[in-house]
């Protein structure tokens, strides 16, 4: 058990990972909530900020992918 911080890197990688997991807008939203939460860690600690800018980038892929499988798809011209 950690007295203080887990190891960066650890979390690090289980905020990605929850990141490229999520399936809905909800659990998109927890991951945000990871995201801001790791940032308020180690912002006193000090940590590359590239980490920060990659984080938040997944964030919003991800969230552009679920925004485009969530759109009603338009019917193509035989209006199949």
């Known amino acids: 058990m950690y007295k203080k911080h887990p190891p960066l890197g650890k979390t690090y990688n289980k905020t990605l990972l929850v990141i490229e997991n999520c399936t809905t ?9 990871m995201v801001k939460n ?3 860690l180690y912002k006193k600690v000090g940590y590359p900020k590239s980490l920060s800018y990659n984080l938040d980038r997944e964030l919003s892929k991800k969230n552009m992918l679920l925004e485009s499988l969530n759109k009603p798809t338009k019917n193509n011209a035989y209006g199949i």
């Open 38 to 40: 790791f940032k308020t």
């Open 25 to 33: 807008k909800e659990q998109l939203e927890g991951a945000f909530n």
